[in-house]
């Protein structure tokens, strides 16, 4: 399999038929045939339904369809980038739903004034979830909960952020876990960071949760706990921009609990200029929260979201 049969199939399926996807190839239409057929027999599946006049996309066909033009697209963006070394193409990035939500809307905002060439694309999902996509190779960089021990990933402190545990406004103050051995814990799937960072918390204090109930947005989180039902851990920075946040209370963590690090990660072998580019934006824009080229290393694995 190889770009130009990857080219040919892309083609037929947009028009329906090898005569024209020919014609825009500046090819002889049996050299189509041959090569889709070749193309077929390598992957083992009809990607057509061949009728009489036209040609049809086959389910199998559909699905392949959507990877074919990712791999096009990438084969361009990574011809431009080494063309001009500047910014461009296609840019998968990730990232946790807290940062989403605080501290890209601006960035994001002056990534695509400063680089319009750039077609930048958001993923959220938990760290864990993003930090599989960036080894995987699926998306380009991520801004995750680490730092991220694997020898493939490199990368830097983005943002400097603190943690708090909330309760309703009535709780009795939460001095250590077993102040809240009674609460419903309220957090993002098991592949969330700062779940397990609230886990630690409750194992350190030789606490075992009372209950863990997986909510899925922050605003479920402090609705839930609002009403009484538990309690949660969430960035400050979060806290702060939600609304219905004077129905809750912070308690404040040990100092091993409640400070944490957002890191820009990348693949080591694919530091692009849409990565650099990310990186130094950081930089400029958050001045206070000083980059630390700290190399990754893979005695430890990253489990996070958040």
């Not at 051995?181 to 075992?208: H, K």
């Not at 402090?222 to 009403?227: E, H, W």
């Not at 963590?253 to 400070?259: C, E, M």
Request: charged share 20%.
């Amino acid at each position: 399999m190889d770009l130009v049969q990857l080219r040919m199939f892309c083609s037929v399926a947009e028009t329906g038929s090898v005569a024209r996807a020919a014609e825009q190839l500046h090819r002889v239409p049996s050299n189509l045939t041959t090569r889709l057929r070749q193309l077929e027999q390598e992957i083992g599946v009809d990607l057509f339904i061949r009728e009489k006049q036209r040609l049809r996309l086959s389910p199998m066909g559909h699905n392949f369809l959507g990877y074919a033009q990712r791999i096009l697209a990438l084969s361009e963006e990574a011809l431009s980038m080494a063309r001009t070394g500047e910014p461009g193409g296609n840019f998968a990035l990730g990232s946790m739903e807290s940062t989403a939500a605080t501290r890209l809307p601006n960035l994001l905002a002056a990534y695509h004034q400063r680089y319009p060439a750039v077609a930048l694309s958001l993923i959220t999902g938990t760290s864990g979830e993003i930090v599989d996509r960036v080894r995987a190779g699926t998306l380009a960089a991520a801004l995750v909960d680490g730092p991220a021990h694997y020898d493939e990933l490199n990368g830097c402190i983005a943002f400097r952020e603190r943690m708090t545990l909330i309760s309703s406004v009535d709780h009795k103050p939460i001095r250590s876990a077993a102040d809240a051995s009674d609460d419903t814990v309220f957090a993002f799937r098991t592949s969330c960071s700062y779940r397990l960072l609230l886990e630690e918390w409750f194992r350190d204090g030789g606490i075992q949760p009372h209950n863990v109930m997986e909510i899925q947005s922050y605003h479920a989180m402090m609705a839930c706990v609002a009403s009484g039902a538990g309690v949660a851990l969430l960035p400050e920075s979060v806290l702060a921009q939600m609304p219905g946040r004077e129905r809750v209370q912070a308690h404040r963590l040990p100092a091993r609990f409640r400070d944490t690090a957002t890191w820009l990660l990348w693949r080591r072998d694919a530091f692009t200029p849409n990565v650099e580019a990310l990186k130094y934006l950081i930089i400029e824009q958050f001045d206070d929260n000083p980059v630390n080229d700290e190399l990754m290393h893979p005695q430890e694995c990253i489990n996070g979201n958040d």
